[in-house]
């Protein structure tokens, strides 16, 4: 089976981001299938395709997967109206891929919204099958957050989003909370399966405190690492106001670590400098297989994100399993369905949300307590290799894709 597969974010783990697609192209390959990634420049590394960066199409084969990648420059920083843009390019530039490639089955996944526009015109101008993966639920999360406000913006989103789930002929969700809102407003009976991101068990493993290579950080400070994007929906200053506390209660020896870039960073950066907080260090984004190196070694895995219901039950952070494939036990600040599961399985402590003082008293329990770090540290890796192994998560994606063909 060909598979067309749309994903405006593709990376490899020798890129700096999210290496689920990769992961996902991998397998299909595996089973014995043919992937056509198409894609965008991320701005965070070359993929290693031929011709210049600057060329407006570049094509060729990473690892088995022949990619298509527009020159499309995107970056975090960038106003709305500039991200939709690019968005709205790399959707034209895909409809035209999509509608004259032989393929069996067409695969795209958001966010933006707007990956799905190559699929449903797939659908219904070329009658492929066409699987749409939900990673957020748009426009809930923008609206929920106040990033667009506009009513026509928003109902357009919304029109988008029900023409995505009317036209799939199947759905892929990241979230027991993206299914449930798929399912409300999709067709009745249409097929959706829930497969969360996954643990990568062989690049993330338990290492030791000892081999952790960052600058600025003592042999025995314990250190709380962050990963991953620094932006609205992150909620990062709850970490500095914990480190606030932490600096007032004379505890030196706990150092939170920022890896990753984002549109909020140069505020969090400078927030930090101009409060004094020693304790909050910065570091530039890495590709996982570097950035395993770092969260393999460090002491705890800190799962934030923006007091926001939507949140709950409707995201599949990359860093919570990364961190639970190291073995590190987690501090995690927003209510739902990661924070059940560390509560049922042991596996990190659970604080309140907006809530500076509790996050300084977890960081500190698990700071003095050494035993309980491994404790739920175990506990964290044993949960990552039985519920979420990359290999038995991808396998289960291929089965559903294979189920779809025509």
Known sequence: MHILYFHQYFNTPSVAGGTRSYEMARKLIERGHRVTMVCARSGKGELPLPGAPGDAVRKGVVDGIEVIQFNLHYSNYMSLPRRARVFLQYAFNSVKIALRTDCDLVFATSTPLTA???????????????????????????????????PLVLAGMSLLEWMSYRSATACVALAPGIKEGIAKRSPKGRQIAMIPNGCDLEIFQPGRRQDLNLPGINPDDCVAVFTGAHGIANGLDAV?????????????????????????????????????????????????NQLNQVVNCCDVGMMILDDVPAFYYGTSPNKFFDYISSGLPVINNYPGWLAGMIQQHKCGLDIPPRDPEAFADGLCRLADDPELRREYGENARRLAELEFSREKLANEFVDFLERQRP
């Open 240 to 288: 500095l106001d914990a480190g606030r506390v932490l600096l007032e209660r004379g505890r030196r020896d706990i150092v939170l670590a920022f890896i990753g870039d984002g549109k909020l960073k140069p505020q969090l950066i400078e927030r930090a400098r101009a409060e004094g907080l020693v304790n909050c260090r910065f570091f530039e984004p890495m590709p996982k």
């Open 116 to 150: 799905g526009i190559p699929g449903i015109c797939a659908r219904w101008l070329r009658n492929r099958p066409f699987v749409f993966e939900v990673r957020d639920l748009w426009p809930e999360l923008p609206r929920a957050m106040g990033v667009v406000k506009s």
